[in-house]
């Protein structure tokens, strides 16, 4: 295994913007436009500066790179806290029974409601993988070195994660669920609110969208069929998610109706799993599949990759130089 995991830094901005490019569209963290990303980057090795331990409003940003190759072949990334400077709007999935002496009937009717209940919470987002690298082991590195590096810096987020993914879009870039709710109330199509929301946030939503609960019943068939629905692509994305402890409460996204899926930060698996120990030997690695996923650094020096640890502290060499180590150094795993 040659893939490392690493913080990213300012000279990663074409191949983010390249990464962006080839989304499709609908990913709010890696919007295709090169001064936000370069934001992007400048706010993350801010964060990664910051070394008082405490939370704050941070965006940590990390590369996947194939050493073999020297390319970048995926990116992720983690925020401390949402909600701090604007809101974090979503839509909450509520329901309501009314009777009626009268009819002698009972209706019970499903609600959308703007709610801003995960202000305050850690996210996981942002997470994109060349589609020629989409093997079990190099998308498991990705998405879940981020939590080790919220296990390493625990005091650095909140108790509760959440992380969204992208809703159902058709093969023109359609988003159902935007055309039957919020598309009615602008005059712009999903591309275009999609691209403002990743430039400059969504409280233009907030400000214009009715305040009061929606019923879902006057919704398009087309739009109610997808809320909660993740993208085709995103479903490995949602199962691995739910493998972690992550679980789909009634909360989606307001532009694309996309599920939120939210876990407590300390009961995720890895964060639970995670393990840290002194480096003792190194070992030839062995030929069988990684058995723990490991990382080492503080950080603007964290790094991640796949390898073999033993219980006794040792590490295979491939894994010990990819990520800078040798014995005596700490590092944290969790099995792979």
């Known amino acids: 295994m040659t893939f490392l995991l690493r913080t990213a830094r300012e000279g990663d901005i ?21 001064p936000t990303l370069k934001g992007k980057l400048e706010r993350a090795a801010r964060s990664f500066a910051r070394d008082d331990g405490e939370i704050g409003n941070d965006l940590f940003v990390f590369i996947l790179e194939d050493t073999r190759a020297g390319k970048v072949r995926g990116t992720c990334q983690a925020f401390s806290q949402v909600g701090t400077e604007l809101p974090f709007y979503s839509y909450r999935i509520g329901r309501i029974t009314q009777h009626s002496k009268e009819l002698d009937r009972t209706f019970r009717a499903e609600m959308l409601t703007l709610s801003t209940d995960l202000d305050g919470a850690s996210e996981v987002g942002g997470l994109y993988l060349d589609a020629t690298e989409r093997s079990a082991g190099v998308g498991k590195l990705l998405a879940r070195s981020r939590y080790l590096f919220i296990a390493m810096h625990r005091a650095r987020f909140a108790d509760t ?21 919020a598309g009615r109330f602008f005059d712009m199509s999903f591309r275009d609110a999609d691209e403002f929301n ?4 969504n409280q233009f939503i907030a400000d214009l969208m009715p305040k009061h609960p929606i019923y879902t019943a006057l919704l398009s068939e087309a739009a109610r069929q997808v809320m909660g629905q993740p993208h085709y692509s995103g479903r490995p994305a949602m199962r691995m998610l739910e493998s972690e402890g992550f679980a789909f409460q009634n909360y989606i996204d307001i532009f694309d109706g996309g599920p939120t899926m939210i876990a407590r930060t300390d009961q995720i698996r890895t964060v639970q799993e995670a393990r840290t120990q002194e480096v003792t030997r190194l070992l030839p690695a062995p030929e069988s599949e990684p058995t723990h ?6 950080l603007a020096d964290f790094r991640a990759c796949l390898g073999c640890v033993g219980a006794d502290g040792t590490l295979d060499e491939a894994a010990a130089t990819l990520l800078g180590v040798s014995p005596g150094d700490s590092i944290t795993y969790a099995p792979a």
């Open 293 to 298: 996923l490991i990382a080492s650094g503080r």
């Open 14 to 34: 074409e191949a983010l913007y390249r990464m962006a490019k080839g989304t499709g569209g609908g990913f709010t963290n890696l919007p295709p436009d090169r």
């Open 161 to 181: 994660t959440l992380a969204e993914l992208r809703g159902a879009i058709d093969d023109a870039g359609n988003s159902p669920f935007w055309d039957g709710l």
């Open 198 to 201: 990743g430039r400059h946030g």
